[in-house]
Every structure is written in C-alpha cells, then in structure tokens.
C-alpha cells in the first residue's frame, strides 16, 4: 500500500486561497454605496445578458466577482433560500444577514472540505428605511463575512479601486454622484468605461415592494455625461 | 435555515412548488368528512375593456348558512400585470393564491425575465390539477385568471375547471356561486370598447344582480362602507380601485335603480 504525500494543512490551505484568489483577480471589480434615496452597485460587464448584480428579495441584491457559474448557483441558492422562507413565515422575516451567513457557511464548508474552493467573492445588500440602516455584507471565496460601512468593492483590484472610491465619497449622494463615484473609482486614473461596458442596478428606498431595479444604457448614458 | 443546494439531477430549476416539495417532501392528503363547514368565497367577475382587463369579487366568505367574513378579499395581485380571482374553499384558495404569487416572482428572478402571460395561465392551470384530490374532498379552488398581455398588447381573461383545465375566455366571465347571475348581467351590458368607467360599473352591477339572487354573495354593506374589491390591469400593471370609487360607482347604481323602480 503506497502512502499519500504528507502536506501540511498550513499548505493545503494557502495553496487553496492560492488558487482562489487567482481566479477572482482575473475578473473586473465591482462597487457597491449607499446613497441617499438607496444603494447603487455598479460592475464592470460587457454582458448585457449575464448578469452580476441580481435581485434576491424585496430589499436585498446580490453581486458576485469571479467565475460566472459560480456566483450564479450562489444567486439561485439565495433567491431559493429567500422566498422558501418568505413563504413559510413572512415577507418581513427575510434578511441580509442570515442569508450573509448562510453563504459564509456554505463557502467555508466549501473552502474546508472540497477539492477546489469557489473562486468567487460576493456581496449581500439590503436597502433599509434610511442610509445609517442600509447594510453590506461582503463575503469571501473562504467564507470570511464582512459588515462594510456605506461602501464596500470586491474583485481582484479591490484594494486600490476601493481607495479610489472612499476618496469620492461625500455624505450628501444622489443617485448620478454615487454613479459617478463608483465609475471613476472603477476606471481609475487611465481609462473611461463606457456605458455599454458597465452593469448597475440600485435598490431604491422609495419603490414600494420590490425595491431591486436595474439602471439600463438608455438611462446610464445621460446620467455618466452629467460629469462635466 | 441553511441555503439549499441540490445534487444536478435534484435540481428544482426555476419552479417554486417542485423546490418546496424537493425540501419538505409531499405534504398530506385533507380528508374533509362533511363534518366540519368549510369558508367558501363566492363570485368573482372579469371583463374586458378598452384600456385592459377589471377584475372584480364580492366581499363575504361563507360558512354553511352562516357568514364567516364580511370583508374578505377575493381579486389579487399575481404579479405587476395580472390578477387572480378565488372562488372555493378559501383556506385552500388563498394558500394556492400565495403560492402562484411566490411561483411567478421566484421564476422571474431566477430566469432573469417573466413568463410570458400564457405561461402564468398554464402554470396556474398546473396548481389547480395538483389540487384535484382535495377539489373531490369538497374543497375546490375555481379561479379566474386575468391580465395585460405585454407582447399582445391585450387584456386576456382565463377561467379554470376542477381539472385543471384552462380555457381563454374572449370578453368576460363570472364564477362562484352568483357567477351565473353575474355573468347573465355582464353578458346583457356588454359591449366592445367599454371604458374605465362603464367597465367598473358593469362589474359592480353583476356583483349586485348575483348578491340579489344568491345567499352566499355579499351585497354593498353601505352601513359598514364594505363594497365589493375591484382592481384594473392595463399596461400601467395592476392597480386596485379605491374603496370610494367604487361606493360613488355603487351609488349611483342604487340611485338608478331607485328611479327606475326595481322589480319585485
């Protein structure tokens, strides 16, 4: 009987973050800020059609960075967990937080004991009455979670984007500024994204039930060009 | 409550019912011996019009003789632009209503866009059949299915029977326990390209023909301001019709009827 290999855990475990982090670095980053009638999330995605940001519940959304399938398996995992719990006791009885932490839980299992840990990062957003009541989980490929104030970026770039974006933010935010700012922050000094190349979606605090809404190219172009 | 994951044969896909029954199993069979009364709702109505679709029910639940509600609702919101109507057994209707709500929205933030309205119909249609075992213990579900077709650019009226089989209606329908009574009067009112007003009238009128001819129908409770629910679908989406509008439509018909003498 041959033996396997003796590797560390130590090592199991940073190769795992390794190659985690690999492949969540190879996508584009994405923001996330409240302001003050919402919260706006903003992605850097040519697709018009596979989408990053998505709506979970009446007042929560989902983004993910990284491998595409993955996220949208977690997306569908939380739109289920959502309504199976809304339907089996109340609408009001869904929240960010347990569905936070179900994903931690699901992702550190994942991480812990599967071959190949997901390479994904996503965020769990839920709009409240006002912006101090607003919250954002961010929730890594290992299933470390989050509670970010007022903004938070994931992807691969996330450190510096994320400098960039605190350096635009002001208490006062409306829509088209909390646009700009998480463009800019995205673009950085060098490039201009374009309309065509960005996916945004806002949870409005004002929208009666369902406060998800996605902010198409139509409404995109003249809301970016307000800059000047 | 943790997320649930399925193995990729398990997998639910975009239905609703199929994920609840993937996580709590079949639920038990009702058997409903005769012994205990049942609520049942009564008549509902839905008519097409210029703008849409008004769909309309009447306001008391039953119990055998005696009256188990004054003021239930019967007309709901299926999702942005369409509607439900229950007649039946209500428990059992307005679980069926809360579960085709849940259904419509799960698959469209799953799939990333709606079903287009023919689908909801059929899918509708689906819960109905399932629920055939329980409609032969006496606690049936007759809804009506109604909505502004978005591809269309129609208002379409669906009605059901005990199977589960569906049937597009063309201008209108009634159901319940009064709907023959409604039906009669809608279908002697009716005429293309009604607008809002008339439309609103006509199904308020065929709610009080039926309560006039049938026990189990509510008429309008002026005492306690409980009028009949009415709602619209038009390509603005779904839209209840105040409690005011529809007491000043439910005046208007009384005075009518006063000056032109009702038959005895």
């Known amino acids: 009987m041959s033996m396997p290999f003796y590797v560390a855990p130590e090592q199991v475990m940073k190769d795992r973050a390794d190659y985690a982090r690999k492949g969540i670095a190879r996508g584009r980053s994405l923001a996330a800020l409240s302001y003050d009638e919402g919260i706006l999330i903003c992605a850097e995605n040519p697709s018009r059609t596979l989408h990053k940001v998505a709506e979970i519940y009446d007042r929560i959304a989902f983004a993910g960075v990284g491998k595409f399938s993955e996220f949208d398996s977690l997306r569908t995992s939380g739109i289920r967990l959502a309504d199976v719990k809304g339907y089996t006791y109340s609408r009001e009885d869904v929240d960010a937080r347990s569905l936070a ?3 931690a839980q699901l992702l550190n299992n994942v991480f812990t004991h599967e071959m190949k840990p997901m390479e994904v990062e996503i965020l769990v957003a839920e709009v409240g009455a006002d912006k101090d009541s607003d919250q954002l989980f961010r929730i890594s490929y290992e299933g470390t979670i989050v509670d970010e104030e007022g903004s938070t970026v994931l992807g691969g770039d996330a450190d510096t ?13 409306d829509m088209a500024a909390a646009l700009r700012a998480a463009v800019s922050a995205l673009a950085g000094p060098e490039r201009v994204l374009e309309a065509a190349n960005l996916e945004v979606a ?3 605090r004002t929208r009666a039930r369902r ?16 800059t000047a | 409550m943790t997320l649930p994951i399925f193995a990729s044969g398990q997998d639910p896909g975009s239905s609703f019912s199929e994920l609840l029954r993937r996580m709590n199993g079949d639920q038990p069979l009702l058997r409903n011996t005769g012994a205990v009364e049942i609520t049942h709702g009564t008549t509902i109505v839905a008519l097409r019009y210029s703008e849409g679709v008004v769909m309309a029910g009447d306001r008391r639940a039953t119990e055998g003789y005696s009256i188990a509600s004054r003021a239930i609702d019967k007309v709901f919101p299926a999702d942005g632009h369409s509607g439900v109507a229950i007649a039946g057994a209500a428990g059992p209707a307005v679980e069926m209503v809360r579960l085709f709500q849940t259904e419509l929205e799960h698959y469209e933030k799953v799939e990333g866009m709606a079903l287009s309205l023919e689908g909801k119909a059929n899918q509708l249609g689906g ?13 049936a579900v007759v809804p009506i299915y109604a909505g502004y077709d978005l591809r269309r650019r129609i208002g379409r009226i669906f009605k059901y029977d005990l199977t589960g ?34 439309a609103i009238q006509l199904a308020v009128e065929g709610l009080y023909q039926a309560a006039d001819e049938d026990s189990a129908t509510g008429g ?17 989406g779904f839209d209840r ?3 005011e509008e529809v007491a000043q439509r439910f005046g208007e018909l009384l005075q009518r009827k006063t000056a032109e003498g009702h038959p005895r």
């Open chain 2, 165 to 198: 089989g569906r049937y597009e209606e063309g201008d209108f329908h009634a159901t319940g326990s009064g709907g023959r009574d409604a039906r009669t009067t809608i279908k002697l009112g009716y005429r293309d390209g009604l607008n809002r007003a008339e």
């Open chain 1, 202 to 204: 806002v949870l409005s």
């Open chain 2, 127 to 139: 819960m109905i059949r399932r629920n055939l075992p329980m409609a032969m213990e006496g606690l």
């Open chain 1, 101 to 103: 932490n179900a994903y």
């Open chain 2, 220 to 236: 309008p409770d002026v005492v306690r301001g409980i009028y009949p629910t009415v709602a619209t679908i038009t390509v603005a």
């Open chain 2, 241 to 243: 019709v105040s409690d």
């Open chain 1, 161 to 173: 984007v994320n400098e960039r974006l605190k350096a635009n933010l002001t208490d006062t935010l």
């Open chain 1, 211 to 226: 406060a998800f809404r996605r902010v198409l190219p139509d409404e995109l172009t003249p809301l970016l060009s307000a």
